[in-house]
C-alpha cells in the first residue's frame, strides 16, 4: 500500500525534506492508491466511532468496564480535542489529490486520474463543510506558499466543489484515449470511468440533497443543479449501481495491511482480539429498532418498529438469548450497570457482529474480514438520496419506491442476509409508515432516514449524522447522562487550527455548536 505523501505535523503541506524524492517526480500513479487508502483509514476508524456514537447505534459493556465514551454520552467536551483527527486527516490525505489536480499535464496523459482525484476531492472535503462550516479551501494546499490560508464561506466551498464534480465528470465525457489506463492503480472501480462518472453524479446528488432546505439565491442555484444532473444522469438512472469500496490489497499478513475498520474494531493480524472489539456493544435504542420492539417499549417513536424484526440485525451485532429469546441485547447510553436500561440480570451484551466484515462468505473470520474493501459510499446510500430526490424533486428524478426496496437490499446483500428473508422484511414493512414505503410524503421522509440510519449502522454513521443533523429524523434519543438536550450540529475546530492558524480561524466555542446560529453549516441554517 502506498503511503501518504503529507507530512504528519502540516495537512497543508507537502512532505518534501533534502532526502526525499522530489513530489514533482512521484507521478499520479504512485500517489492515487495511497491516497485513497490512507483517506479511507479515517472514515473505518474516528469516523465509524463518532458516527455510531451520536446517532445511537453504539453503546459501552458498562458490565465489566466503567468509564467509557464519557464524552460522548455526556456532551460536556465538545471542544477543540473532541475528534479533532477528522479535520486533520481528511485536510492532509486531500492534499495528495489536489498534488495529483496539479501534476503537469500538458499532453493530457494524465487525465483519468486528474478526474479521479477530483471527485475523491470532492467527496472528502464535503465531510469538513458539513462537520464544520467555514474551511480553507481557495488559499489552502500551497504548501509553504501560504501557511496560514483564509477561512472560505462554506456556501461557496460548496460550490466550487460541486464544478469540481461537473470538470471531473467533463474530462471523463472526453474518453481520451492517450490518456493513462489507471487499471488495478485505481483501488475503487480498476479504471472503470463511466463507474467513476456515476459516482461522481451520485456525490453531487448528494452535495444538492444537502442543500434541500436553502432558500433564495442558494435555492435557485441548487434548482439549477439538480436540473443540470437530472438530464445529465438520466432522472437518476446513471447514479451508482453497486458499493463504492477500496481495496489496495489488505490480508492479515500484517496489521498495517489490514482492513482499517477490521483491525480497530475486531482482530489484529495475529488474531488477537482489541480492546474496542470487547467494549463496543449494541445501543438499546437501536436493539429496539432490530428486534422489532419486542420488549415492548411505550416510546411513541418506536412503535412503528412493533413486531417487525429486522433480518440484518445478528449481521450488524451478535445474538444473545435473553428471555429465552435471541435477540440484540443492548445496554442505554450513559446508564451503569443496574441502572434502567442495563439490568444486571443478564450481564451478556451484543458486540459487533461478524456480517459487516464477512458480507456472505464463511471462511475465516481474520482471513476474510482483514481483506475486507472499504466503503466509501454503499449503494443503499445511493438509492436512499435517489428516493428523497425522487419524493422532493418528481419532475426531475423518478423511481422512489424502487429505489427505497433497492436500498435495503443492497444493505442485506452487504451484510450477507439471505435474498428471501430481506424480501419478507420488505412485505412486512409495506404498510408500516414511517418505516416502510408508504403513508403521506413526511412518512416517507421518516421512512427514507430510518432505513438510512439501519443500512449506515457499522458502515458509513458519520454521514448518517450529518443526514440526521439535516432532518431530525429518525428520533435519536440522547444519553441518559448528557447535559445537553440534543447533540452537536457541528463540530469545534481543532487546536491544531488555533495553534497554526490563529489569524484565521473563528473562535467557536462549545457553546454554539448545540443551536443553530451563523457558524451553523449553511445549508442547515434555516
Not at 412503535?303 to 440485525?313: A, C, H, L, T
Request: proline fraction near 4%; glycine fraction near 8%.
Amino acid at each position: 500500500m502506498a503511503g501518504s505523501l503529507t507530512s504528519c505535523n502540516d495537512y497543508l503541506d507537502i512532505n518534501e525534506t533534502p532526502n526525499d524524492v522530489k513530489v514533482e517526480n512521484v507521478t499520479p500513479d504512485l500517489i492515487f492508491p495511497g491516497a485513497v487508502a490512507q483517506s479511507y483509514r479515517i472514515q473505518g476508524t474516528d469516523m465509524m466511532e463518532f458516527g455510531n456514537l451520536m446517532m445511537n447505534s453504539w453503546a459501552g459493556d458498562v458490565y465489566h468496564y466503567g468509564g467509557l465514551y464519557s464524552n460522548e454520552f455526556s456532551l460536556s467536551a465538545v471542544n477543540s480535542q473532541f475528534y479533532d483527527g477528522i479535520w486533520n486527516d481528511i485536510y492532509r490525505n486531500v492534499n495528495n489529490f489536489v498534488v495529483i489536480e496539479n501534476y503537469p499535464n500538458a499532453d493530457h496523459k494524465q487525465d483519468k486520474y486528474v478526474a479521479m482525484s477530483k471527485i475523491m476531492k470532492a467527496y472528502y472535503m464535503q465531510y469538513i463543510v458539513d462537520l464544520y462550516g467555514d474551511a480553507p479551501y481557495s488559499e489552502a494546499f500551497k504548501g509553504q506558499l501560504n501557511m496560514a490560508p483564509k477561512y472560505d464561506n462554506d456556501s461557496d466551498v460548496y460550490k466550487s466543489l460541486i464544478s469540481t464534480l461537473d470538470d471531473a465528470v467533463a474530462i471523463i465525457n472526453l474518453n481520451n484515449s492517450s490518456a493513462l489506463a489507471p487499471g488495478t492503480k485505481d483501488i475503487v472501480f480498476a479504471g472503470d470511468m463511466a463507474k467513476w462518472r456515476a459516482f461522481a453524479y451520485t456525490v453531487k446528488l448528494r452535495y444538492l440533497i444537502r442543500m434541500s432546505k436553502v432558500t433564495g439565491d442558494l435555492a435557485v442555484y441548487r434548482d439549477a443543479q439538480l436540473a443540470a444532473l437530472s438530464a445529465a444522469s438520466g432522472m437518476g438512472t446513471g447514479l451508482i449501481t453497486t458499493d463504492v469500496v477500496e481495496n489496495p490489497g489488505y490480508g492479515a499478513s500484517t496489521n498495517d495491511k489490514m482492513n482499517p475498520f477490521f483491525r480497530t474494531y475486531y482482530y489484529d493480524s495475529a488474531g488477537n482480539e482489541v480492546t474496542n472489539h470487547i467494549v463496543v456493544t449494541s445501543s438499546e435504542h437501536i436493539a429496539i429498532a432490530l428486534n422489532g420492539n419486542n420488549l415492548n417499549n411505550t416510546t411513541p417513536q418506536y412503535q412503528k418498529f412493533n413486531g417487525v424484526k429486522d433480518p440484518r440485525r445478528f449481521r450488524l451485532f451478535t445474538s444473545v438469548t435473553y428471555n429465552t429469546e435471541d435477540q440484540v441485547k443492548g445496554v442505554r447510553q450513559g446508564a451503569t450497570s443496574g441502572q434502567p436500561g442495563a439490568p444486571t440480570d443478564n450481564q451478556e451484551v451484543s458486540k459487533l457482529g461478524d456480517g459487516i466484515v464477512l458480507g456472505s462468505s464463511t471462511g475465516s473470520l481474520l482471513a476474510v474480514g482483514s481483506a475486507r474493501s472499504g466503503v466509501l459510499m454503499s449503494l443503499a446510500e445511493g438509492k436512499l438520496l435517489l428516493a428523497e430526490a425522487s419524493l422532493k424533486y418528481p419532475s426531475l428524478f423518478t423511481g422512489g419506491q424502487t429505489a427505497f426496496n433497492a436500498a435495503i437490499t443492497g444493505s442485506g446483500v452487504w451484510l450477507g442476509v439471505p435474498a428471501a428473508n430481506t424480501t419478507a422484511y420488505l412485505t412486512a414493512i409495506a404498510t408500516r409508515p414511517g418505516l416502510g414505503w408508504v403513508g403521506t410524503d413526511a412518512q416517507k421522509m421518516e421512512a427514507i432516514m430510518t432505513q438510512k440510519w439501519l443500512a449506515l449502522t457499522n458502515i458509513s454513521p458519520t454521514e448518517m449524522y450529518i443526514e440526521y443533523n439535516r432532518t431530525e429524523l429518525p428520533y435519536n434519543p440522547v444519553a441518559v447522562n448528557a447535559v445537553k438536550t440534543r447533540r452537536p450540529y457541528r463540530l469545534v475546530y481543532p487546536t491544531s487550527e488555533y495553534a497554526t492558524n490563529s489569524a484565521n480561524v473563528p473562535n467557536i466555542g462549545s457553546d454554539v455548536v448545540f443551536a443553530k446560529n451563523q457558524y451553523t453549516p449553511f445549508w442547515n441554517q434555516n
